[in-house]
Every structure is written in C-alpha cells, then in structure tokens.
Nanobody, 126 residues
C-alpha cells in the first residue's frame, strides 16, 4: 500500500503563485507515473499535469500550459506542482496520484492511477 500526502494548497489572489507537494510513502522511482488532478464543485475531475518518474516526460492540460510546472525529486519521494499566474478558474481541490506496479501512458486518464492522496484545496480570488 502506498500513501500520498499533499501539501501547499491555500488561498491566493489572481496572478499569484503556489507550490503543491506530494510525498509518497514508497520510493517514487518505483512508480511509473505520478500526476496532479483537480476537481472543482460541479465539475468532473481533470488531469492537470503528469510525469514519467523514470524518463521525466511530462504532460500538461492545455489550460495550464506555460503556467504550471510538474517536477519530482526521487531522493525525497516527492512530486511538485509549481503554479504561477493563477486564475480564479484554477480554484479546485487538487489531488496527487501515482501508478505503482502497472502500465501508465503518462496522460491524463485517471483510471490508470491506482493510488490517490486526500487532496489539498486551492482557491484563487479575483
């Protein structure tokens, strides 16, 4: 079993920045993919950014390209999401997810991810 613990959420004004962290209880180099998803009230969950922990290849949703950056530090078993130029529409609960022990494409298909964190709230005010 793998536990994922997110931190770094909070409230910020539009144009501001936040950095989310997700620390895994298992070595992240044993994971195939890790990613960040978000869900706003009344909306479906969407993939924000993902990363292959082995090769570092990344995926970003069109809505966050150029503003968000996903990275990982295997030595700390941690994945980060740096969020800049935040917009009110970025307001959502953000979830960290990971794939251990099975194939992942590195895209935004939430069904590929078999471990999830509890989520951290991000609120962006205009």
């Amino acid at each position: 079993q793998v536990q994922l613990v997110e931190s770094g959420g909070g409230s910020v004004q539009a144009g501001g920045s936040l950095r989310l962290s997700c620390t895994a209880s298992k070595y992240t180099y044993n994971s195939n993919c890790m990613g960040w998803f978000r869900q706003a009230p009344g909306k479906e969950r969407e993939g924000v950014a993902t990363i292959f922990t082995g090769g570092g290849r990344t995926y970003y949703a069109d809505s966050v390209k150029g503003r968000f950056t996903i990275s990982h530090d295997n030595a700390k078993n941690t994945v980060y999401l740096q969020m800049n130029s935040l917009k009110p529409e970025d307001t959502a609960m953000y979830y960290c997810a990971a794939v251990y022990g099975r194939y992942c494409s590195g895209g935004a298909d939430a069904n590929e991810y078999n471990y999830w964190g509890q989520g951290t709230q991000v609120t962006v005010s205009s």
